[in-house]
C-alpha cells in the first residue's frame, strides 16, 4: 500500500470518488468502510467510530458513486451492483493491496457480502452491522411494521388503511414514507433520541444528501440472482452485529444472513438499533478491533 493517510479524489470509470485514509502507521490489513443508504455517505461514522478504530488499524473511507463528496454518473441509472463492483476493483488496483478487511452498515453490509462474493480471493474479514437483503419482500414488512410499531395512534391509523389497499408491498412502503414524519423516522432508527438528535445535527453539518437516485436504480434493475440464494458461496469469516431494537432490517434479516453463512459469528447490542455504531460506539469498536485481530 502506497498511498498515505489523507483525502483523495481519485478518477475511478469516470468518476471522481472520495477517499480517505487514516491509520497507515499501524501497517495492517485494511479496513473498508462500506457506507449504506442506498446512497448515504460516511460524514458521521467518520466523526464516531471510525478514528477509535484507526487509533488501532488502517482505516479507508470510499463513498460510492453518486454518494456524499464523490461524483455523479451521467445516467441516472448507473448505479447497478455490477459498477459498485466495477468501482470498486480499480479502487483496490489504484490503493495496491492484495488483502482487505470489510465493515459494512445498512445496505453497505450487502453491498460488502456482493463484493466479497465477486472478489473472494480479496477479501479476508468481513463485518456486517444491521445488513440488508433489499431483494427480500420481508424486509419491506419489516420495516413497516418497524414503522407501526412506533408511530403515534394518527399515524398508525392511517398506515393501516395504507396497508388494507390493494396495492403491492412496494407501494405500499412508498406511501408510508411519504407521510412519516422526521421524529417517527428517528424512532425508527434509533433507540436512544438523543444520540437520534446528534445525527441529525451531524447529517446538517455536513450537507450532504441522498438523492435517492442509487435506491431507485437498484429496485428497478435488481441482479439475476438474489443475493441471499448465494450467501452459502461466501465462506470469509464473518461477523453480523444486531441491535436488538432495529425495526429497519433487524434481527429477521440478519438472522438469515447468519444462518446461511458459513464461517459466522453473531453478537447482538442491547441498547442500539439501526446503528450500533452511535448508540453504543465503545463497544462496536472493541467488538470490531477483537474480531480483526483475532487468528
Known amino acids: 500500500m502506497k498511498i498515505e493517510n ?77 459498477e459498485l463492483i466495477n468501482d470498486f476493483k480499480k479502487i483496490i488496483e489504484w490503493i495496491d493491496v492484495k488483502k482487505i478487511d470489510l465493515l459494512g452498515y445498512s445496505f453497505g453490509g450487502e453491498l460488502a457480502l456482493e463484493l466479497t462474493y465477486a472478489l473472494p480471493t480479496i477479501i479476508n474479514k468481513i463485518i456486517l452491522s444491521g445488513p440488508s437483503l433489499m431483494a427480500l419482500k420481508t424486509q419491506y414488512m419489516i420495516q413497516i411494521a418497524g414503522f407501526v410499531s412506533v408511530a ?26 411519504g407521510i412519516v414524519d422526521n421524529e417517527t423516522v428517528d424512532r425508527l432508527f434509533f433507540l436512544n433520541q438523543g444520540i437520534a438528535k446528534k445525527y441529525r445535527q451531524l447529517v446538517k453539518e455536513s450537507n450532504l444528501h441522498n ?31 444486531t441491535g436488538v431494537h432495529d425495526r429497519n432490517t433487524g434481527i429477521p434479516i440478519s438472522t438469515i444472513i447468519y444462518r446461511n453463512l458459513v464461517n459466522s459469528e453473531w ?8 446503528f450500533p455504531e452511535l448508540e453504543e460506539t465503545d463497544k462496536f469498536v472493541r467488538i470490531v478491533l477483537r474480531f480483526l485481530k483475532a487468528s
Open 6 to 82: 489523507g483525502e483523495y479524489l481519485i478518477d475511478i470509470n469516470g468518476i471522481k470518488h472520495w477517499i480517505k485514509v487514516e491509520g497507515k502507521e499501524h501497517n495492517t490489513i485494511p479496513l473498508f468502510i462500506i457506507h449504506g443508504g442506498p446512497g448515504g455517505n460516511l460524514y458521521t461514522f467518520e466523526r464516531t467510530a471510525g478514528p477509535f478504530l484507526s487509533q488501532e488499524r488502517t482505516v479507508i473511507y470510499y463513498e460510492q458513486r453518486g454518494c456524499g463528496r464523490s461524483e455523479k454518473p451521467l445516467s441516472d441509472k448507473a448505479y447497478s451492483i455490477n
Open 152 to 177: 403515534n395512534l394518527p399515524l398508525a391509523n392511517k398506515m393501516e388503511e395504507i396497508l388494507q389497499e390493494d396495492t403491492s408491498i412496494e407501494e405500499k412502503y412508498k406511501k408510508i414514507w
Open 211 to 241: 438523492t435517492g437516485l442509487m435506491l431507485a436504480a437498484l429496485q428497478e434493475n435488481p441482479v439475476e440472482i438474489p443475493l441471499y440464494e448465494r450467501l452459502q458461496e461466501i465462506t470469509q469469516q464473518t461477523l453480523v452485529i
Open 267 to 274: 453478537n447482538l447490542f442491547n441498547s442500539s438499533a439501526h
